[in-house]
């Protein structure tokens, strides 16, 4: 069995095909290979580029608005009775999610890799939305690839795209959500990458972009290891990260800091999306064991038929319904790093409800599912455990979703 190994990030943990494990790879078209190797030899020159380092920390504190808080919800910790419940409002960035921290790298990567235009795909709305913010701020011209289906339910971040003056493609091939919009943007990429900068929303696709997002979004777990410290004087002897699973940035980014800590002292816990209670569709390729195959580029686990074909998913939250899974997070899972799960669409529901009716908290749907699990396990734990939960999303997109369902 693969191991992590100490003192080398996970990012850089693959062989020279670009496998952490089983999974990774770079499964790309002819076409696409000098315009990968062009950008892997400048990532890998930029993040040792002090410059190029300190403009990114630049913008992370001073555009972005890190660090992000960290607090205490002691009314939701007081009602279930057990374990401390403390969270990361990340969902405080600018933006209103995590996805700004991978979209301001690629912006500033775009830069200098002298392109004009960037685009990029999106499934809650939030990477189209924060890439659009980044290309408006740093001078790109921005196209976003979306689903029909999505275009439709996560109205507020399209229009925030408009906005910022990106032109939004729709998607109308497969089930029209995420899935479909990668393939698309893709696609886009392979007739257009000597003008164009790509930018992935999540730790997915070939290998340099899953290194490229998670990267960006360790910049999460940097800023909570100080805030950990700060709070607790050493880092305490029982802690639970928790976070939702999509294709997997935010989780990677919330842990990448802590990934070398014994996994009793720092538990992983990934809460994938269930689904509706009583579908047989889901988008929870680790907790559901589905195999592994190729999607965006990249060996995962991935929802598939019987004959390889992918699977359609369904979730209540757009953010998280993607059938695959950063490599990443299939490797972590194989190395038992981290605990994967899943909350369904009601549970995601009951969990919003809940930390609403408690907390002064708007968590979106993607992060309600991270809750639910903290919900479930939280009565039964000691009072000297920390539950740490990524809100890495704020319900505002899912107005909508959240008047139909909960009629509010
Ligand atoms: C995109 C998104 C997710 C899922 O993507 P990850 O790459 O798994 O983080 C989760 N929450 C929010 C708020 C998102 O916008």
Redesign the pocket.
């Known amino acids: 069995m693969t191991k992590i190994k100490k003192g080398i990030p996970l990012i850089d943990q693959h062989n020279k095909n670009g496998f952490w494990g089983k999974f990774g790879g770079n499964f790309i078209p002819e076409t696409l290979k000098k315009p990968v190797e062009d950008l892997t030899i400048l990532f890998e020159k930029l993040r040792k580029d002090k410059k190029f380092i300190q403009d990114r920390d630049y913008y992370f504190k001073n555009w972005v608005g890190a660090p992000t808080p960290f607090i205490k919800l002691e009314n939701l910790t007081r009602y279930l009775g057990g374990a401390q419940i403390w969270t990361k409002v990340v969902s405080e960035a600018n933006g209103g999610?995590?996805?700004i921290y991978n979209a301001t790298v690629h912006s500033l990567i775009a830069k200098k890799a002298g392109k004009k235009y960037i685009v990029g795909d999106t499934?809650?709305g939030?990477?189209g939305k924060m890439l659009s913010m980044a290309a408006k701020k740093f001078g790109l011209k921005c196209k976003i690839f979306m689903g029909v289906k999505d275009i439709k339910r996560q109205k507020p971040n399209c229009d925030a795209m408009r906005k910022n003056g990106a032109e939004i493609v729709p998607v109308y091939t497969g089930s029209q959500t995420l899935v479909d919009a990668v393939s698309e943007c893709m696609r886009y990429w392979v007739s257009n990458c000597d003008s164009t900068h790509m930018c992935v929303?999540?730790?997915v696709g070939p290998n340099i972009f899953v290194k490229i997002c998670g990267w960006s979004t360790s910049q999460i777990s940097k800023e909570l290891s100080v805030q950990i410290k700060k709070e607790f004087g050493k880092i305490p002897k029982k802690l639970k990260l928790i976070n939702?699973?999509?294709?997997?940035?935010?989780?990677f980014g919330f842990w990448n800091e802590f990934i070398h800590y014994d996994k009793r002292q720092f538990e992983f816990i990934g809460v994938e999306a269930g689904g509706p209670k009583n579908s047989k569709k889901h988008a929870a390729p680790l907790t559901y064991g589905s195999k592994i195959g190729i999607l965006h580029g990249a060996a995962q686990y991935v929802n598939q038929d019987s004959e390889g074909q992918i699977e359609e998913t369904e979730s209540i939250s757009a953010?998280?319904d993607y059938p695959g899974v950063s490599p990443l997070h299939c490797f972590l899972k194989d190395t038992k790093r981290a605990r994967y799960t899943a909350a369904t669409d009601e549970e995601a529901l009951r969990a919003y409800q809940l930390v609403t009716k408690y907390e002064n908290l708007n968590p979106?749907l993607?992060?309600s599912h991270a809750f639910a699990e903290a919900i479930k396990i939280a009565p039964k734990l000691s009072k000297d455990t920390i539950i740490i939960v990524n809100s890495?999303?704020d319900a505002q997109k899912d107005r909508d979703i959240l008047k139909k369902r909960l009629g509010k």
């Open positions: 999610a995590h996805k499934g809650a939030y990477a929303g999540s730790t939702c699973v999509g294709g997997g940035s935010s989780s953010g998280l979106s993607e992060p890495c999303g």
